[in-house]
């Protein structure tokens, strides 16, 4: 008999399971007495780790608070059948009022609707649920934190190092699919970059054939989101495939890094280079004696297990039992929760729950204003899950471990601390050094053109009006589009450039310009090159890359012959401003002369004496004169005499050119006169530049002639059909290389883009592509195939372009008009001096009218100068162009020159 209550006994300490006293420890009576169940596999590490974790935090609330909590946990071997069936017997044998432990989506899905109609709340231990669980299932409620914020932390990575293009490695399991991947996607593509390829795996997955074929594409930006388990197998994988290797970046999350203590050397070491986001929390007395708990209490009851580091997952956990328990203190402070449970009518079968808790409505309501700090930082529950984390470690995995190399914080970026004098930047250099799978300090580009994929298809416009840059030429016989011209030597010349081999398959396109462009973004073709204009509205479909011509639209017109009326050619050679100056010239010389000569000749007129000295100044150009007997003449006169050589031996040059060589002039100078006349004008059949010819420059489309090659626009010009055309300057370059001795520009030059290759939006080859554009510049290899392609036609005329500007004029000898007015002052001076009776009034005002032109000398030279520099840049501008950095340099290092010497002679007077 004495066996019965030993037994009676044992059977109700295991009833009672840790509730037999009701008591606290200062034998006070228990507030309320309540159980929380947990479902945990026991065999695992995490499995451990919760237990320990919320026996811990049951210890200490029950120490702080006069309440009476107990564990009932039950190990479910990792089999999710396991887990519901585990969960009906907490509920229906236990009463438990809440169940923690649901840590994969698996498990979650079995039990989820257990506990839903059994009314008990739920602790789910997976990073997220799917949007629609909190609906479905409002009992169920999630430990782990938000990854709203740590997405966006992986996108400030992408953002940071501008990579353009990313692939996603994600599990596939129901939540991340449905749920986070979406959201994951919208992150990145804030960064400006694309996801290029979505890779689901499992671990049923193959990683050797999914890696291989993830290899094959471009992007070398790999963004992992899975499980520790399955990351491991992944990186060992990639490491034997040689993709943890120079070139390649990996990001990982918190599910990853937040368990990376667990793992052993040997992972480690296939994990190398990749940078891992790990929850942020701030360190606390109180977070340390914790860890410290877990430590010794793990290696109590473990002792052949590896030593445990206390985790995210712990953390978490032992707060969450704290809210339960504040909030069943705040739902029903008095009493036994066990009671609250009532039997209700099972029409489904037996598998489903007997009983209801009655009280779970409230305790979920209480459980939902939690408001306090914990563990693992604020502990607020907002739909369904707990608020995310403001701030994360990023970490980089390196040697035998990994090294805390700075932090992220939402709204404010990357900082090396967290102190309240930290600085923040939006980019990761203010981290410093990271060290990239390879053991390279520079971060990697983020691709690679594709191993083992098809060449990029390459769309060319094969009806371009100037086949001298895209041509294309099908070859019957062997069935096949040869493809050359300018445009594509330059492209050639441009990969040779490039860091990389890139293939590529040039295709011929016989639609419209436009409808080339819009092929790009269909995906039809990869890239497309050409003679395309580089447009606004083109711009909003494709990215151009770097001009690779000249820009500007300019205007293309006859020429006509010069000069037609010969009878009055002789006067051309000068322009009529230096026919006046000549002949003032020769007036103030003569008088001069005069006024030195008239005493010798005082039986003369006054009239005769000037006469005669008009005529000695002008005889002596030409033959010997009458004979001066100053010396002071005779200096005047020689100097006179090489003006005079200077003068007449230009003339003559420039008039034989003129009777010599014919001149030519453009037939049309101002396009506002052509659009007032309603004449017609050219321009390319199938190409934009008809929208700006009409939408900017205001011809109507009745007056805008097409054409498709360069032999029509020739014949529509010698019919008259058109008086101009519209050309970009690289084609106006073409067209004027061939027919140099019939067509010329005229008018301004409207500024427009030039001529470039295009790729989608975000296309990683861009930036590359115009980089070569510049090296091919800079090479000179540019103007070779320019000069080759210009050079061929071997166009030359023996006639010239005739214009005001060739016509000679006073500021091509302004140098010698200066030294002859200065010898006529300066003997002028010396004549008056030597003749000066200092008390004639006459004298005197001589002597001082000399004096005050040698200081007003200065302010002539000035004028002078702004005179050349209004009338090269009225030239420049009548003529259509602008002025060339040569040009300008010329025009004011003259003007300074000019300025500097009136200085100088105004310094000596």
Same mark, same amino acid.
């Given at each position: 008999?004495?066996?019965?209550?030993?037994?009676?006994?044992?059977?109700?300490?295991?009833?009672?399971?840790?509730?037999?006293?009701?008591?606290?420890?200062?034998? $006070?009576?228990?507030?309320?007495?309540?159980?929380?169940?947990?479902?945990?596999?026991?065999?695992?590490?995490?499995?451990?780790?919760?237990?320990?974790?919320?026996?811990?935090?049951?210890?200490?609330?029950?120490?702080? #608070?006069?309440?009476?909590?107990?564990?009932?946990?039950?190990?479910?071997?990792?089999?999710?059948?396991? /887990?519901?069936?585990?969960?009906?017997?907490?509920?229906?044998?236990?009463?438990?009022?809440?169940?923690?432990?649901?840590?994969?989506?698996?498990?979650?899905?079995?039990?989820?609707?257990? &506990?839903?109609?059994?009314?008990?709340?739920?602790?789910?231990?997976?990073?997220? #649920?799917?949007?629609?669980?909190?609906?479905? =299932?409002?009992?169920?409620?999630?430990?782990?934190?938000?990854?709203?914020?740590?997405?966006?932390?992986?996108?400030?990575?992408?953002?940071?190092?501008?990579?353009?293009?990313?692939?996603?490695?994600?599990?596939?399991?129901?939540?991340?699919?449905?749920?986070?991947?979406?959201?994951?996607?919208?992150?990145?593509?804030?960064?400006?970059?694309?996801?290029?390829?979505?890779?689901?795996?499992?671990?049923?997955?193959?990683?050797?054939?999914?890696?291989?074929?993830? #290899?094959?594409?471009?992007?070398?930006?790999?963004?992992?989101?899975?499980?520790?388990?399955?990351?491991?197998?992944?990186?060992?994988?990639?490491?034997?495939?040689?993709?943890?290797?120079?070139?390649?970046? !990996?990001?990982?999350?918190?599910?990853?890094?937040?368990?990376?203590?667990?793992?052993?050397?040997?992972?480690?070491?296939?994990? $190398?280079?990749?940078?891992?986001?790990?929850?942020?929390?701030?360190?606390?007395? +109180?977070?340390?004696?914790?860890?410290?708990?877990?430590?010794?209490?793990?290696?109590?009851?473990?002792?052949?297990?590896?030593?445990?580091?206390?985790?995210?997952?712990?953390?978490?956990?032992?707060?969450?039992?704290?809210?339960?328990?504040?909030?069943?203190?705040?739902?029903?402070?008095?009493?036994?929760?066990?009671?609250?449970?009532?039997?209700?009518?099972?029409?489904?079968?037996?598998?489903?729950?007997?009983?209801?808790?009655?009280?779970?409505?409230?305790?979920?309501?209480?459980?939902?204003?939690?408001?306090?700090? @914990?563990?693992?930082?604020?502990?607020?529950?907002?739909?369904?899950?707990?608020?995310?984390?403001?701030?994360?470690?990023?970490?980089?995995?390196?040697?035998?471990?990994?090294?805390?190399?700075?932090? =992220?914080?939402?709204?404010?970026?990357?900082?090396?601390?967290?102190?309240?004098?930290?600085?923040?930047?939006?980019?990761?250099?203010?981290?410093?050094?990271?060290?990239?799978?390879? &053991? *390279?300090?520079?971060?990697?580009?983020? !691709?690679?053109?594709?191993?083992?994929?098809?060449?990029?298809?390459?769309?060319?416009?094969?009806?371009?009006?100037?086949?001298?840059?895209?041509?294309?030429?099908?070859?019957? +016989?062997?069935?096949?589009?040869?493809?050359? &011209?300018?445009?594509?030597?330059?492209?050639?010349?441009? %990969?040779?450039?490039?860091?990389?081999?890139?293939?590529?398959?040039?295709?011929?396109?016989?639609?419209?310009?436009?409808?080339?462009?819009?092929?790009?973004?269909?995906?039809?073709?990869?890239? %497309?090159?050409?003679?395309?204009?580089?447009?606004?509205?083109?711009?909003?479909?494709?990215?151009?890359?770097?001009?690779?011509?000249?820009?500007?639209?300019?205007?293309?017109?006859?020429?006509?012959?010069?000069?037609?009326?010969?009878?009055?050619?002789?006067?051309?050679? *000068?322009?009529?401003?230096?026919?006046?100056?000549?002949?003032?010239?020769?007036?103030?010389?003569?008088?001069?002369? =005069?006024?030195?000569?008239?005493?010798?000749?005082?039986? $003369?007129?006054?009239?005769?004496?000037?006469?005669?000295?008009? !005529?000695?100044? *002008?005889?002596?150009?030409?033959?010997?004169?009458?004979?001066?007997?100053?010396?002071?003449?005779?200096?005047?006169?020689?100097? =006179?005499?090489?003006?005079?050589?200077?003068?007449?031996?230009?003339?003559?040059?420039?008039?034989?050119?003129?009777?010599?060589?014919?001149?030519?002039?453009?037939?049309?100078?101002?396009?506002?006169?052509?659009?007032?006349?309603?004449?017609?004008?050219?321009?390319?059949?199938?190409?934009?530049?008809?929208?700006?010819?009409?939408?900017?420059?205001?011809?109507?489309?009745?007056?805008?002639?097409?054409? /498709?090659?360069?032999?029509?626009?020739?014949?529509?010009?010698?019919?008259?059909?058109? +008086?101009?055309?519209?050309?970009?300057?690289?084609?106006?370059?073409?067209?004027?290389?061939?027919?140099?001795?019939?067509?010329?520009?005229?008018?301004?030059?409207?500024?427009?883009?030039?001529?470039?290759?295009?790729?989608?939006?975000?296309?990683?080859?861009?930036?590359?592509?115009?980089?070569?554009?510049?090296?091919?510049?800079?090479?000179?290899?540019?103007? $070779?195939?320019?000069?080759?392609?210009?050079?061929?036609?071997?166009?030359?005329?023996?006639?010239?372009?005739?214009?005001?500007?060739?016509?000679?004029?006073?500021?091509?000898?302004?140098?010698?008009?200066?030294?002859?007015?200065?010898?006529?002052?300066?003997?002028?001076?010396?004549?008056?001096?030597?003749?000066?009776?200092? @008390?004639?009034?006459?004298?005197?005002?001589?002597?001082?009218?000399?004096?005050?032109?040698?200081?007003?000398?200065?302010?002539?030279?000035?004028?002078?100068?702004?005179?050349?520099?209004?009338?090269?840049?009225?030239?420049?501008?009548?003529?259509?162009?602008?002025?060339?950095?040569?040009?300008?340099?010329?025009?004011?290092?003259?003007?300074?020159?000019?300025?500097?010497?009136?200085?100088?002679?105004?310094?000596?007077?």
């Amino acid at each position: 008999m004495t066996g019965v209550p030993v037994l009676l006994a044992v059977l109700l300490f295991s009833s009672c399971e840790g509730l037999m006293v009701a008591r606290d420890a200062d034998g $006070q009576s228990a507030r309320f007495v309540g159980r929380i169940g947990a479902i945990i596999d026991l065999s695992s590490p995490d499995g451990s780790l919760q237990k320990l974790a919320m026996e811990l935090a049951l210890e200490d609330y029950t120490r702080s #608070n006069a309440n009476v909590l107990s564990l009932h946990v039950r190990d479910f071997k990792g089999i999710p059948t396991q /887990a519901a069936h585990q969960a009906r017997r907490l509920i229906n044998d236990q009463r438990v009022q809440s169940i923690f432990g649901l840590q994969t989506w698996m498990e979650i899905a079995a039990v989820a609707d257990i &506990g839903n109609k059994a009314q008990v709340p739920m602790f789910s231990l997976y990073n997220a #649920n799917p949007s629609w669980a909190t609906g479905r =299932w409002p009992f169920l409620l999630r430990a782990a934190r938000s990854q709203t914020t740590q997405l966006k932390a992986i996108s400030a990575i992408i953002s940071s190092w501008q990579w353009r293009r990313v692939a996603i490695i994600y599990e596939d399991t129901e939540y991340i699919g449905s749920s986070t991947l979406p959201k994951l996607i919208e992150a990145i593509r804030e960064a400006n970059s694309d996801v290029e390829y979505q890779l689901g795996i499992s671990p049923f997955s193959s990683m050797s054939v999914e890696l291989e074929m993830l #290899n094959s594409r471009q992007s070398r930006v790999f963004v992992v989101y899975t499980s520790l388990p399955l990351a491991v197998r992944l990186f060992a994988e990639a490491q034997r495939k040689g993709m943890m290797e120079k070139g390649y970046a !990996w990001i990982t999350t918190d599910l990853v890094c937040d368990t990376l203590d667990s793992v052993n050397s040997s992972v480690i070491r296939s994990m $190398q280079g990749i940078l891992c986001l790990k929850n942020y929390f701030p360190h606390t007395d +109180k977070l340390a004696h914790f860890s410290a708990r877990l430590q010794r209490r793990f290696k109590h009851e473990y002792p052949e297990e590896t030593p445990l580091h206390s985790s995210v997952l712990g953390l978490q956990i032992y707060d969450a039992v704290w809210a339960v328990a504040e909030a069943m203190d705040r739902t029903e402070p008095k009493g036994d929760y066990s009671s609250y449970f009532q039997e209700e009518r099972n029409d489904s079968g037996e598998n489903e729950p007997t009983l209801v808790f009655s009280k779970g409505h409230q305790l979920l309501g209480s459980l939902l204003t939690a408001d306090f700090s @914990g563990l693992s930082g604020k502990v607020k529950f907002s739909g369904g899950m707990l608020a995310p984390s403001q701030s994360f470690e990023v970490i980089n995995i390196v040697g035998r471990s990994y090294r805390e190399i700075g932090y =992220w914080t939402d709204d404010l970026g990357f900082s090396k601390d967290l102190s309240s004098g930290s600085n923040y930047s939006s980019s990761m250099s203010i981290l410093g050094d990271i060290f990239w799978p390879g &053991g *390279f300090s520079v971060a990697p580009r983020g !691709w690679a053109p594709s191993v083992g994929k098809m060449p990029l298809r390459i769309g060319v416009s094969a009806i371009s009006a100037f086949p001298e840059y895209v041509r294309a030429d099908h070859n019957s +016989k062997r069935n096949k589009t040869v493809i050359s &011209g300018f445009s594509i030597d330059i492209f050639k010349e441009v %990969v040779e450039y490039l860091p990389y081999s890139l293939t590529y398959d040039l295709v011929a396109y016989y639609g419209s310009y436009d409808s080339l462009v819009e092929r790009v973004p269909m995906k039809i073709f990869d890239a %497309v090159v050409g003679d395309i204009a580089i447009l606004s509205y083109r711009c909003e479909l494709v990215q151009f890359t770097q001009p690779y011509t000249q820009s500007g639209y300019v205007m293309v017109v006859p020429l006509r012959p010069g000069n037609p009326n010969k009878a009055w050619i002789f006067v051309k050679p *000068f322009s009529s401003s230096l026919w006046i100056s000549i002949a003032g010239l020769l007036l103030v010389n003569s008088l001069v002369v =005069w006024l030195i000569e008239r005493g010798r000749e005082r039986d $003369q007129g006054r009239s005769r004496q000037l006469s005669v000295s008009i !005529w000695l100044s *002008f005889a002596s150009l030409f033959v010997h004169g009458e004979n001066v007997h100053s010396n002071l003449s005779r200096v005047i006169v020689v100097v =006179w005499l090489f003006v005079g050589l200077v003068l007449t031996s230009n003339y003559t040059a420039s008039l034989s050119s003129m009777l010599t060589v014919q001149r030519l002039e453009p037939s049309v100078t101002d396009i506002n006169l052509l659009k007032g006349s309603g004449a017609a004008i050219g321009c390319n059949r199938g190409g934009s530049i008809i929208n700006f010819i009409e939408q900017h420059l205001g011809f109507p489309m009745s007056s805008i002639r097409q054409f /498709a090659t360069m032999d029509e626009y020739v014949q529509a010009f010698r019919s008259g059909e058109i +008086k101009a055309a519209i050309f970009a300057m690289g084609h106006a370059k073409m067209f004027l290389a061939k027919y140099c001795k019939e067509f010329t520009t005229a008018g301004p030059t409207y500024h427009a883009g030039g001529f470039g290759f295009i790729f989608p939006k975000g296309s990683p080859l861009l930036p590359d592509v115009s980089e070569a554009i510049l090296k091919v510049f800079e090479s000179g290899k540019m103007k $070779q195939l320019e000069d080759g392609v210009v050079s061929s036609y071997n166009c030359s005329s023996s006639s010239t372009l005739g214009s005001e500007n060739d016509r000679l004029g006073p500021d091509n000898f302004w140098g010698l008009f200066v030294v002859m007015e200065m010898t006529c002052v300066v003997v002028l001076l010396l004549y008056s001096y030597s003749q000066a009776d200092w @008390g004639n009034r006459a004298s005197l005002m001589l002597i001082s009218a000399s004096l005050k032109w040698l200081r007003e000398a200065p302010l002539r030279l000035y004028i002078a100068a702004a005179s050349r520099r209004w009338r090269v840049r009225s030239v420049s501008k009548a003529a259509g162009g602008t002025m060339t950095a040569e040009d300008a340099t010329d025009l004011e290092m003259s003007t300074s020159q000019m300025i500097t010497e009136g200085l100088i002679i105004q310094k000596f007077t």
